[in-house]
Nanobody
């Protein structure tokens, strides 16, 4: 069974950058799509970015396009989310997730994912 652990969150000022990591274990990691979601207090969990099993296809939410970059290193069993030009609205708990087989190359809906990490807090504050 795949297990995921996020790290790299923290408290930063607007305009700063953070790089989140998600370490995965389990047989199916290398052949499934992976995604990043986030959830702010009082809001529903929302899609941020997804990457196909090979890393060749990527999809971003409008809020992330041009500022965030998703990538994966399959030999290291790790995916990343590089976040630049951070804004107050980026404050949230960030979760990585592994998609179900057959969900497509870059799933964008939470119901397409079957394993979730514990989350890492990102706070953008002046």
């Amino acid at each position: 069974q795949v297990q995921l652990v996020e790290s790299g969150g923290g408290l930063v000022q607007p305009g700063a950058s953070l790089r989140l990591s998600c370490a995965a274990s389990g047989r199916t990691f290398s052949n499934v799509a992976m995604g990043w979601f986030r959830q702010a207090p009082g809001k529903e969990r929302e899609f941020v970015a997804a990457v196909s099993w090979s890393g060749g296809e990527k999809l971003y939410a409008d809020s992330a396009e041009g500022r965030f970059g998703i990538s994966r290193d399959n030999p290291k069993n790790t995916i990343y989310l590089q976040m630049n030009s951070l804004k107050f609205d980026d404050t949230a708990v960030y979760y990585c997730a592994a998609a179900r087989l057959g969900a497509g190359l870059t799933p964008r809906f939470a119901y397409d994912y079957y394993v979730w990490g514990q989350g890492t807090q990102v706070t953008v504050s002046s």
